[in-house]
């Protein structure tokens, strides 16, 4: 059964929104609610009774949706209403609790109707015989084990007669063109959200890369000429290596010169040469204090300290690297825990001095470099994170300094051939999905913020090429609604064109609705009302 509804606007009360409308549901569902839907229905039925329409109510509060459909109220007769409840935390029917409907207002005493039980998980169906004709305030409330909840509906008439009903007047608006019954609804992952206006944060589009840190990749070279010897068996790519494992071993071509003990020489040397240039030092500074010694040659003295300083770390790291010949070779070792990310050579492979052997990553520690232009480096307050999206993934990642990053720099120089300024997040811990070397198209947070309005991602499907969301009309309403959107902030989509401030949109489900408006017939199955 399509659904076919005439919305109207009514005046309301300060309590939370509320839609209001007569509908026809492609003119059989006032006969449903009177006849066929279920022997509780205790409308008078006469060969005229389909004449009078059903009114249909959509109402929010903070914790739950009411979807009311009923007939007009006659004063004396009986009316059956059929009242859907939604709890919004998880979109899923109120399964327990009772009803009252409340009339009240207009200078006539308070009416109270209650209804006990459900007719179904979320579906209550009270029966009303109002009394007082008039103005009437209608309210409904559902009283649970945890809350009492209200849902205050405005002022509704309650007419005099049938015929009174019937020549009444109920100005029409539009309705939406898809149908979607609230129990198909609840049996899917669907839910609802306000267009609202919030802070965004903004942002700038720029290229950026994934690397890994400063000290999280190594490249093991060959420091002299000689041939590569697997020890075991010889590294691949992808496989883990800890700090200190004997990647193979590099036998030095005949005449090199270049064994253990030479290199167990030259750093001895290099100890000797620090401990002289810091002795050296030392007996200078004193000749310094005393006026004896020129500035000039105090200067002079600390740099020859910090060569020789120099000489010995290189020295102690190419001891390190290469550990022992017990094999007839130079130790290949690993400077630090990762992965082999490249291997360009093989067992037996033939390598010249400075050839690279093999590089390491620590994929534990990654960063985003962002490249932002030069025209939009002005705009950078304090970065304050950035987000990028992935082929195949259905969310951006999102990077948040503070939380799951580490803003490692902003740099202070626009680079001259690119003609923009580096930015450099840590990511803690990185997404497993990343790549070293990846490149992205990546949104960085400048660390200012405007008020626009929203809505989150997830309600935008792509249609012919074009943003789209769902716009709930009624409870069981909706209507399709091309959008032109602007900056995304994390899980949020700022919305420029296509929607209004308070309108409710499908946040969860949009696939579902658009479904349902592909295949009317098949969706409009299933109604328990």
């Not at 190419?318 to 130079?330: E, W």
């Not at 939380?403 to 051939?417: E, F, K, Y």
């Not at 209004?500 to 295949?519: C, D, H, N, P």
Request: glycine fraction near 8%.
């Amino acid at each position: 059964m399509t659904t076919s509804t005439i919305m109207t606007a009514i005046p309301m009360t300060t309590e939370p929104t509320s839609t209001w409308g007569w509908g026809l549901r492609g003119g059989l569902l006032a006969l449903v609610l009177l006849v066929t839907a279920c022997s509780d229905h205790y409308h008078h039925s006469d060969s005229h009774e389909h004449e009078l329409p059903t009114r249909e109510i959509t109402h929010f509060t903070d914790a739950t949706e009411l979807f009311l459909e009923f007939g007009p109220l006659i004063a004396g007769e009986r009316t059956a209403l059929v009242a859907h409840f939604t709890d919004l935390n998880d979109y899923r029917p109120i399964e327990q609790g009772h009803l009252d409907v409340i009339l009240s207002g207009g200078g006539e005493p308070m009416e109270r109707f209650r209804i006990e039980s459900q007719r179904a998980p979320g579906i209550f169906r009270p029966t009303i015989a109002p009394r007082a004709e008039g103005e009437r305030e209608l309210r409904l409330v559902l009283t649970t084990d945890k809350q009492e909840i209200t849902h205050a509906l405005g002022t509704i008439t309650v007419h005099a007669s049938r015929e009174a009903a019937r020549s009444a007047r109920h100005p029409s608006a539009p309705t939406g063109e898809i149908g979607l019954y609230k129990e198909q609804q609840w049996r899917s992952e669907f839910a609802v959200a306000p267009v609202q206006r919030q802070p965004l944060r903004d942002s700038v589009s720029a290229p950026a890369r994934v690397r890994a840190a400063a000290n999280g990749e190594f490249v093991v070279t060959a420091v002299v000429a000689g041939s590569v010897r697997a020890t075991g068996d010889f590294p691949a790519l992808g496989d883990p290596v800890e700090k200190g494992q004997v990647l193979a071993t590099l036998v030095p071509r005949a005449g090199e010169g270049i064994d253990h003990a030479s290199l167990d020489a030259e750093q001895q040397a290099a100890r000797t040469a620090l401990e002289l240039a810091q002795t050296t030092l030392a007996r200078i500074e004193q000749l310094h204090e005393r006026g004896a010694i020129s500035t000039q040659r105090l200067e002079e003295a600390r740099a020859e300290r910090e060569q020789a300083q120099s000489r010995l770390r290189s020295a102690e790291l190419r001891l390190a690297q290469l550990g022992s010949d017990d094999q007839g070779g130079l130790e290949l070792l690993a400077p630090l825990d990762g992965i082999i990310a490249r291997v360009p050579v093989a067992h037996g492979a033939a390598v010249d001095a400075g050839s690279h052997l093999f590089h390491i990553v620590d994929p534990r520690d990654l960063w985003l470099e962002v490249q932002v232009s030069e025209a939009d480096a002005g705009r950078l307050d304090s970065p304050s994170g950035a987000a990028f999206e992935l082929p195949g993934a259905t969310e951006p990642v999102t990077l948040d300094v503070g939380d799951n990053a580490r803003l490692v720099g902003v740099g202070s120089m626009i680079d001259p051939i690119s003609r923009s300024l580096p930015v450099i997040f840590a990511l803690q811990p990185p997404d497993p999905r990343l790549k070293v070397n990846q490149r992205v198209q990546a949104r960085i947070y400048t660390g200012q913020s405007r008020e626009a309005l929203s809505i989150p991602s997830s309600a935008v499907i792509q249609d012919g090429g074009e943003p789209v969301v769902y716009v709930m009309v009624s409870g069981e309403s909706f209507s399709r609604r091309p959008v032109r959107l602007g900056a995304r902030d994390g899980d949020r989509f700022e919305v420029l064109e296509g929607l209004s401030e308070g309108e409710r949109i499908v946040s969860k489900g949009a696939m579902q609705v658009r479904l349902a408006a592909a295949t009317p017939d098949a969706m409009g199955h299933g109604h328990a009302h």
